[in-house]
């Protein structure tokens, strides 16, 4: 199942950034609780603190390869220098957000 674009929609309805992102994995989160709050940790983009969320609730071993990965594709974690990049394009970064933790996930079940 694709995360990418029920965390999209989920944003684009009026969720927060890391609430989209977060409510996308509700169905396998058995140990889910309450997004973390947008720039909560050091600035960092909501989308990225919920997707490090995720794994983490999950058990799985990934945030050094989610922060690389959207660092690479982006140029930061900061929601503010991501805005300055690239305003206005807060969905793009949910919708990445989603697809790279479920990515990640994927690959490391299989192990």
């Known amino acids: 199942m694709s995360r990418e674009n029920p965390a999209r929609s989920n944003h684009r309805n009026g969720m927060s950034c890391s609430a989209a992102v977060y409510t996308a994995f509700d169905d396998i989160n058995a140990s889910r609780t309450v997004a973390p709050a947008p720039r909560s940790e050091g600035g960092k983009c909501g989308a990225v603190l919920a997707a490090e969320k995720v794994l983490k609730d999950l058990g799985i071993d990934g945030q050094d390869e989610f922060e690389s990965g959207f660092r690479e594709k982006f ?14 394009q807060c ?4 919708g990445a957000a989603a697809a790279l933790a479920e990515e990640i996930i994927e690959k490391k079940s299989r192990k």
């Open 75 to 88: 140029g930061s974690l900061k929601c503010f220098e991501l805005l300055g990049k690239r305003r206005g």
């Open 91 to 94: 969905n793009e970064f949910v």
